[in-house]
């Protein structure tokens, strides 16, 4: 697997620093602008984490190099592992990224209140909750399947702005779903950092990327290329 | 004899197209040319080879591997030259060598910095500046590299010059002077198959027509002609195929030996290139 992930980062390493050289002035920028320390690392990691496996497979499919990847002396499940692998190594690599920007003097991220164990678990929490949706179908449809994640996400978000107009707050028949959803967030965001919890947290992202895993390999291994 | 590859039952089925029972063997220590029109399924079949594409049906073995159960075993002793070369076009060649390297155990880099001489490429050029011909070239050099046992190819020759062909098809005579290589390589172009291939395996329409040497193809496949209304196909014992001129009838067979020993001076009689038969099977109203 770490072969798989070396190739990637070889083939893809201009990509890679473009990334890094566009992205550097919007992540000091938001560092000198920003009013919430959570909101900011999430963006960073969040956008690492899109950017990088975007550009990867984007890549991919334009030279049709899937087919270079499958022809190694590797197992398809390999070829997934190394995709997670990537995408968690960007939202890693976002979230040093963060850390070091908000630690320069033009920052105004106030350092201890990023850096908490919580925080930087519900980070990856809410992180595996899109990106867990996202993997499995960018294993199967390449790019395409990266923009029927994103697409979607924005549609259900216009479908709930659609509701709201339409039948006002109290009367929108999706109002049970959205409670159900807003409670879910309240419960993880502003729950305290109990022993019990923060396993809960560490076991529900085990749990989602394992799934997430599984899937993309059931799929992937359909994926005639 | 050994065999590198052994393909028992293979099925695949796309929306209009099926390949279907494909069974031959490849001896180890030859070369294998598959045969046939486009779109007969020749790609797809070394598709399922390196298990890029899933089959339906039916076994690979590959030096006696499941070729799905041990795929990395297997495919690390594969050198793989696809039709279209693919790899990232704003890569140097050195760095794409060096990002595949580590995959094999037998990656000889001495080797591969010979062969990058020998077909005059640049280590340091992109992907992207090379002519189809280098391409096919760097492909080549990165299949040998590893000292692979069997060289697997899909179309190397097609669109290449003729004097690039004829070095690729003396590289591959080459290759298996080594008794321990194998090749397999798909064409439509029966002159390259004529002259490097020992054993033929010729498919249509995601059916093996036949899979045999190719001196017994040559020896025993021949062309029956006669004058208007003197034979008709069925009255040419191993009939595969026909096709009506303007002076009578031509009439490709299985068992020429047999056919002018029933027929006698009724006919003339010619033996059969591989472009006769591909072409009376796959267009003259071919039937077994």
Request: charged share 20%; net charge positive.
């Amino acid at each position: 697997m770490l072969k798989l992930v070396r190739l990637e980062v070889l083939l893809n390493r201009k990509a890679l620093v473009t990334i890094f050289v566009m992205l550097s002035a919007f992540f000091a920028y938001t560092a000198y602008r920003s009013f919430s320390p959570r909101q900011y690392i999430g963006l960073i990691s969040l956008v690492m984490g899109l950017a990088v496996p975007v550009a990867f497979q984007g890549r991919e499919d334009r030279f049709g190099t899937s087919v270079l990847l499958c022809s190694l002396p590797a197992r398809r499940s390999d070829v997934v592992l190394a995709k997670y692998a990537v995408t968690w190594a960007a939202i890693g690599l976002g979230l040093v990224y963060a850390l070091a920007l908000a630690a320069l003097p033009f920052s105004k991220i106030p350092l201890p209140e990023v850096i908490n164990f919580k925080g930087l678990l519900l980070l990856l929490f809410f992180s595996s909750l899109f990106f867990d949706c996202q993997l499995p179908l960018m294993t199967r449809f390449g790019f395409k399947g990266i923009m029927v994640t994103i697409i979607g996400f924005q549609l259900l978000g216009v479908l709930a702005m659609v509701f709201i107009q339409l039948f006002g707050g109290q009367r929108n028949p999706l109002r049970s779903f959205f409670l159900a959803v807003e409670s879910f967030f309240r419960f993880f965001m502003r729950h305290e950092p109990t022993p019990g919890y923060l396993l809960l947290l560490g076991v529900s992202i085990v749990a989602l990327n394992a799934g997430s895993f599984l899937i993309a390999r059931a799929l992937y291994a359909r994926r005639d290329l | 004899m050994t065999n590198a590859i052994e393909i028992k039952g293979l099925r695949k089925e796309y929306k209009g197209f099926t390949l279907e029972d494909v069974t031959f063997d490849v001896p180890q220590g030859y070369i294998m040319g598959l045969i046939g029109p486009n779109g007969a399924g020749k790609t797809t079949i070394i598709k399922l080879l390196m298990n890029l594409i899933r089959r339906d049906a039916g076994e690979v073995r590959v030096f006696g591997l499941d070729n799905l159960r041990h795929e990395p075993e297997v495919k690390a002793r594969i050198g793989f030259v696809y039709d279209v070369p693919r790899f990232h076009d704003d890569v140097k060649l050195a760095v794409i060598a060096s990002a595949v390297a580590p995959f094999y155990k037998k990656w000889d880099d001495a080797l591969f910095r010979r062969l990058m001489e020998e077909f005059e490429l640049p280590a340091k050029t992109t992907f992207k500046k090379l002519s189809h011909g280098q391409k096919m070239k760097f492909s080549l050099a990165l299949a040998l590299a590893h000292d692979a046992d069997l060289i697997l190819m899909d179309e190397p020759t097609a669109g290449l010059d003729p004097v690039f062909r004829f070095e690729l098809l003396e590289r591959l005579r080459a290759i298996i002077q080594n008794e321990r290589k194998t090749v397999l390589f798909s064409s439509h172009i029966t002159t390259d198959l004529e002259r490097v291939a020992d054993h033929i395996t010729f498919i249509n329409e995601g059916r093996i027509v036949f899979s045999a040497a190719k001196d017994e193809v040559l020896e025993t496949w021949g062309v029956v002609k006669a004058g208007p209304d003197v034979l008709r196909p069925t009255d040419v014992p191993g009939s595969r195929g026909a096709k009506r001129t303007d002076y009578g009838i031509e009439i490709l067979t299985s068992d020429l030996a047999r056919a002018r020993a029933e027929l006698g001076g009724r006919a003339v009689y010619d033996k059969a290139t591989l472009e006769d038969i591909m072409f009376y099977i796959s267009r003259g109203n071919g039937h077994a």
